[in-house]
């Protein structure tokens, strides 16, 4: 079982439509969560970042931790065409440098 | 949010020769930077962590000699493919955090794009 979980998708919506990205994780000793949005020949690009339980909320993007249930989320509002992009949750203990990535969702946002 | 440049975004290069690959972080002090690979469709794979002043930690299955990784300056890591062949074509992209390496988000170059001819 990988440490993190994440559906690599496609995920195909129309425009405008609410989006909801998912992780699901295995190591309760993660307590810095951060998710990145990538495009294609790209490096990834830092959207939310939390730490331990609770809400973020950042525009049209909301980041949400629960850490009891070992989930994590981003929901992007009145998504628009060019959040077209793959995404990526990553994860870090405390004290710890490296990060553990999801699999990257795949968000396609149809006109 | 914090800048971190790398350099070049693409290279093509011929087989048997070495290509150098920079990562700076603009706006930062980077105690510690990453190497990752990334395959088409794939998620990042970590290749290294790189300390400044110190050597360069692999990931096992990761060839270090194939691989040189300097870490010179707080600001500056670099990443060399020695005696490149076509299939060490892919994407390699730097990240880098605070100064504090731990507990502080993680900010990407933009990647460059390895091509072995």
């Known amino acids: 079982q990988k440490e993190v979980e994440q559906d690599p998708g496609p995920l195909s919506v129309p425009e405008g439509a609410i989006v909801s990205l998912n992780c699901t994780y295995s190591?309760?000793?993660?307590?810095?969560f951060m998710w990145y949005r990538q495009y294609s020949r790209k490096g990834p690009e830092l959207l939310m970042y939390t730490y331990s339980s609770g809400n973020k909320e950042d525009g049209r993007f909301t980041a949400q931790v629960d850490k009891s249930s070992k989930y994590i989320s981003l929901f992007i509002r009145d998504s628009q065409p060019s959040d077209s992009a793959t995404y990526l949750c990553?994860?870090?203990?405390?004290?710890?440098?490296?990060?553990?990535f999801g699999q990257g969702t795949r968000l396609t946002i149809n006109p | 949010g914090a800048v971190v440049s790398q350099h070049p975004s693409w290279v093509i290069c011929k087989s048997g020769t070495s290509v150098k690959i920079e990562c700076r972080s603009l706006?930062?002090?980077?105690?510690?930077m990453f190497w990752y690979r990334q395959f088409p469709k794939q998620s990042l794979m970590l290749m290294a962590t790189?300390?400044?002043?110190?050597?360069?930690?692999?990931e096992q299955g990761v060839e270090k000699d194939k691989f040189l990784i300097n870490h010179a300056s707080l600001t500056l890591s670099t990443l060399t493919v020695t005696s490149a062949h076509p299939e060490d074509s892919s994407f390699y992209i730097c990240s880098a955090r605070g100064i504090q390496a731990a507990n502080t988000e993680a900010f990407f170059g933009q990647g460059t794009r390895l091509t072995v001819v």
């Open positions: 706006d930062f002090q980077a105690t510690t």
């Open positions: 190591n309760s000793a993660f307590q810095y």
């Open positions: 990553a994860m870090s203990e405390q004290g710890a440098q490296k990060l553990v």
């Open positions: 790189s300390n400044e002043g110190s050597k360069a930690t692999y």
